[in-house]
């Protein structure tokens, strides 16, 4: 992602909703095109702007999208509709195309099956600095460099938020679960890599509300041992973080170093992982 939308671009302006299969990401390197991460909050127009064409009661993240879309005056969007992302996407596909006739929109199934490991999402760094990494991520069709895991004393489990300031309340040594780290690992369609957690660590389960996610993530907030189940819309309310805050306070071990020795498993895939 440009940190300047605006700035003139050598190749083609080119957005993506969605992580697009690696083959596409690589053809876009080697053109030399701008990449913008239209899921995230790239442009200062009122996210109301999408209410013309999306209902207010749909996903942030999409919402976010159609804003950045009409402002940035895109190329092509690849946007991924197959079973990495959702239906929600798809039904976005057909409207951007309708209203962008100066935007060709290209519709991707990503599934890609080569694990291109999670080292970001096990390594000690504040949670905002590692999100963001993460989804810079998708843009390059290369493995992030290996960094050493950290003891975990949290878990983050879900999808990036709309908002990345909740992500300010968890302690540095988090590690990242769900759909995040099936991100890092470019297999966004991976159900048993979504559902592998860790149960000794106090974990949020994290879904954009609106989105089927939020079924899944509450199921395994209430199979986890210690697990919350958050939603949030555009932007994370007080109440929301308030719960989170709490939530880590009470549950954080005071001595990280001793009993975190359960290995990540999936809660509810029966076979083992083999990643
Ligand atoms: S948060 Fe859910 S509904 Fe929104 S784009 Fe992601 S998968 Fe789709």
Not at 187 to 193: G, K, M, R, S, V
Request: with cysteine.
């Amino acid at each position: 992602m440009s940190n300047c939308p605006q700035k003139t671009q050598i190749g083609k302006r080119i957005g993506i909703i969605g992580i697009p299969p690696l083959a596409i990401i690589k053809d876009l390197e080697a053109n030399g095109d701008t990449i913008f991460d239209l899921d995230e909050p790239l442009v200062k127009t009122n996210i109301e702007l999408a209410s013309s064409f999306l209902p207010r009661v749909f996903c942030a993240i999409l919402r976010t999208a159609v804003v950045n879309a009409l402002s940035l005056q895109l190329d092509s969007i690849y946007i991924d509709v197959g079973p990495g992302k959702c239906d929600c996407a798809l039904h976005t596909a057909t409207i951007l195309a309708d209203i962008l006739p100066g935007t060709t929109v290209i519709k991707t199934r990503n599934q890609d099956q080569i694990d291109f490991g999670t080292p970001l999402c096990t390594a000690r760094m504040p949670l905002l600095d590692k999100l963001s990494a993460i989804t810079r991520s998708v843009q390059s069709a290369r493995p992030y460099p290996n960094l050493p895991a950290c003891v975990p004393t949290a878990g983050f489990w879900g999808v990036p938020p709309r908002d990345f300031s909740l992500l300010s309340l968890f302690p540095e040594t988090t590690h990242v679960y769900g759909w995040t780290r099936c991100m890092e690992n470019k297999t966004p369609d991976n159900q048993q890599l979504e559902e592998l957690v860790n149960p000794d660590i106090p974990t949020v389960f994290f879904a954009q509300s609106f989105c089927a996610k939020t079924a899944l993530a509450r199921h395994l907030a209430g199979k986890h041992p210690h697990g919350l189940y958050v939603d949030c819309d555009v932007t994370a309310g007080n109440s929301a973080k308030a719960k989170i805050q709490a939530f880590l306070e009470l549950s954080t071990p005071q001595n990280p170093a001793s009993g975190m020795q359960k290995p990540e498993f999936c809660l509810l895939s029966s076979g083992l992982p083999t990643f």
